[in-house]
């Protein structure tokens, strides 16, 4: 028997090398060796299309694997977090929609770099329409004993202009959306709960951060002060009782929880970005007396509503409410998700509520309302 020369090992043991690296994912997909971390983000849902005689005379079968197994082939996490890598280590490049690495590694989307720096401004008279029609549901609702309250949440431009890049810095060529809107709100006497300024006059003294580095909204200190604020402004405003927060404690981590990393997440990576450290409030809820009841709140709001809604305001504090998702997916606990477009009579579901909540971010001014007012003038 004639024995194998070195060469032909090392080819045989090459090959099988290879062959082993090809079948891993197909491996991976059916066995779960390896349960890599999953990706953060949205990530794709295609179908797993079954086979039929009419969806393979149709291609219908032969594209629909095809997109499926590109979806979800073994070891994809791992295959995007290192291609992700990559493209930054190489070209400094970051693979995430939008995401704007600012100075000393903090993170941004470009929407909130453009609000601060007024690159997004729609201009006095746009910002002076949306204002009158909210203007007039507000009193539409207050002739039927209901109130309004707009919150304005900040920008993670605005609260740190010093690590935006320098070509995203405010020149003062155009305005800015959001002085215009607060002018023109408090000029119609619509109450008014603005976080923007009220965490930018106690960022220097607030013990704890209320910003993160890595992620977009409000860190989860600083989502616990707003929703604690929020049933104060509430009770103000209807003159009438809201369960109350509650402090025990505060945990503080070098490592992110919730959404305090949510931009990093969204990123890929293979490494864990540099962050600070950041604090953790452990709250629970005073319900009201039995037998009495606070009142119904709607929240029309955007993602920065989205904390206080997992963690469970709708159903310990705003029992009986709803938050509606950037005025288009409708969310109620306990409920499957449905959408406003189905909704009959816009006007008189608003109404059922006693207060509605406006809450969006700087970043969305250009969007104010996104299009509560007329849905709600036109019924």
Known sequence: MKVPTKNTIIKNALFGVVLALLLLPWLEQNERIFEPKALGGAQPSSENIKFSMSHWR???????????????????????????????????????????????????????????????????????????????????????????????????????????PDEYRYHGSTGINYPDFIRMLNAEKIPLFDVQDWFLKMKATAPYPLYPKTGIHWSSYGEYLVADSLIRNLAQLTNKDFPKMVLKKIEKSNTPRDRDDDIELGM???????????????????????????????????????????WGM??????????????????????????????????????????????????NLPRFGFGMMPTYLKD
């Open 58 to 164: 149709t291609a219908k079968f032969q594209e629909g694997q095809e997109k499926y197994i590109s979806d979800h082939f073994g070891l994809r996490p791992f295959m995007v977090r290192f291609y992700n890598e990559v493209f930054d280590r190489l070209f400094g490049e970051y693979q995430a929609n939008g995401v704007i690495v600012g100075k000393d590694g903090y993170l941004f989307e470009e929407g909130y770099l453009l609000a601060a720096s007024g690159q997004d401004y729609i201009g006095r008279d746009s910002i002076n329409e949306l204002v009158q029609s909210l203007a007039l549901v507000q009193r539409d609702l207050k002739q039927s004993g209901k109130e309004l309250l707009v919150c304005i949440a900040p920008g993670k431009g605005s609260y740190f202009p010093e690590k935006m």
């Open 268 to 310: 890929n990576l293979l490494r864990n970005l540099p962050d600070f450290e950041m604090a953790y409030p452990q709250f629970e809820i005073k319900p009201l007396p039995k037998g009495k009841k606070a009142p119904k709140v709607l929240v029309i709001g955007d993602s920065f509503y989205y904390g206080m809604y997992n």
């Open 314 to 363: 709708m159903q310990h504090v705003f029992e009986g409410g709803e938050f509606w998702y950037y005025n288009h997916e409708r969310l109620v606990p306990g409920k499957a998700s449905s959408y406003l477009k189905d909704v009959k009579n816009y006007k008189a579901l608003v109404k059922e509520f006693d207060v509605v909540v406006l809450l969006l971010t700087e970043a």
